[in-house]
């Protein structure tokens, strides 16, 4: 497992650094359409507001981006303890075949007990550990094409919380919210910088000279848990699983070599490349773990350029774009982003980060 934090951390550090008031019509209901219609901050040595299919104009030929290609899987699952209904998120899958999901109304759940879940055909699961924030490990006794056909068939897309679905995700969220990169099955959450990517915009960038090639990152459902501590260097990311092939690490060092600027398009892809850098900047390939949080302070070592939408306050995410290119810098940006009515989260609109010397 990779687990690094900031380097250099202010010990004055709260998460009130970390606030700011966003009104709730700024939170996007559903996404722009087309995907690169978006609108887009650059944000540099000064703020300049443009579109996302403007981004081969802002980019350089031998620049190469680097995207998420993990497919979000229908992860949001209901059971039974006798009569006790129990909402169940799957979380990650374990190396031993069992799953860590997050769990609703589960006081009572312990080791051992099993859980029924609501569908057509019978799915079950055996509770082997409860964490002591509420988490569980179970193993389901359907496996590999059986489990992935049960969750089609009786699973739902784990939309965030503030996506307000009273009636659960519309038919168009199953294409909303996968991006086209997706490719291999595991996330809870979609890497949402992704999103705003069509392959006429992919061709634009191909004619501008800008390359891409993708990691696997698998997004937990741990993305949606708020800090809860005040001292933000004392929150636990949860851990997720992470791809570098050696394919992809040799492509971006040979941009690099070529003079390159390597794009991260996500937190996902972002907090992926750091964790398989090594301490020269060189990226290696991986298949582990990671918890990698990552704070105002954290040296950058692969990723040259951020492409991410707008994040919650108080959030992990807002901590890590201030540390990419600078608090005072991000705070505004995101004043300005509110001003003028950009669109936040997840189907919201997107920013192009220039990293902070």
């Known amino acids: 497992m990779a687990r690094l934090v900031a ?8 998460l009130s650094d970390y606030d700011f008031h966003l009104p709730q019509d700024r939170i ?20 300049a507001d443009r579109i996302v299919r403007e981004l081969p104009d802002l980019l350089r030929p ?15 699952l209901t059971a039974r303890r006798g009569a ?13 075949g069992s799953w860590h999901v997050l769990a609703r109304n589960a006081r009572r759940v312990r080791a051992g007990d099993r859980l029924e879940f609501d569908g057509p055909a019978p799915l079950s699961a055996t509770v082997l550990a ?27 897309l784990a939309l965030p919380p503030y996506i307000d679905r009273p009636e659960g995700p519309e038919k168009a969220d199953e294409a909303d919210y996968q991006t086209m990169f997706a490719r291999n099955d595991g996330a809870v959450a979609a890497p949402t910088a992704g999103l705003h990517f069509t392959p006429a915009l992919l061709d634009a960038l191909a004619a501008r000279g800008v390359s891409h090639a993708t990691v696997t990152l698998h997004v937990g459902a741990g993305t949606f848990l708020p800090v809860r501590v005040d001292d933000p260097a004392r929150h636990r990311m ?31 892809s972002l907090r992926l490349l750091e964790s398989a850098a090594r301490a020269d900047g060189m990226v290696r390939p991986f298949d582990a773990e990671t918890d990698l949080f990552i704070l105002p302070g954290f040296r950058f070592r692969a990723a040259d350029l951020l492409l991410t939408n707008f994040h919650l306050p108080r959030s992990t995410l807002f901590m890590l774009v201030c540390a990419f290119a600078g608090t005072a810098r991000m705070r505004a940006a995101y004043a300005h982003a509110i001003e003028a009515g950009y669109r936040f989260y997840s189907y919201g609109d997107a920013c192009l980060l220039e990293r902070a010397a």
């Open 84 to 96: 006790a209904r129990i909402g169940i998120t799957l979380d990650r899958p374990l190396p031993d």
């Open 7 to 14: 380097e250099s951390l202010n010990p004055s550090m709260t």
């Open 238 to 268: 949860h851990p997720e699983r992470g791809i570098v092939t050696p394919e992809t690490a040799a492509a971006i060092e040979e941009a690099r070599a070529a003079g390159g600027r390597i794009v991260a398009v996500g937190t996902t």
């Open 28 to 47: 996007a209901q559903h996404p722009a359409r087309p995907r690169d219609a978006a609108r887009l901050l650059h944000v540099g040595a000064a703020l």
């Open 62 to 76: 031998g620049d190469m981006l680097v995207a998420n290609d993990t497919r979000v899987i229908p992860a949001q």
């Open 130 to 156: 409860r964490d002591d924030d509420g988490g569980l490990a179970l193993r389901f006794d359907a496996e590999e094409e059986a489990f992935d056909a049960a969750l089609r068939r009786d699973g739902a």
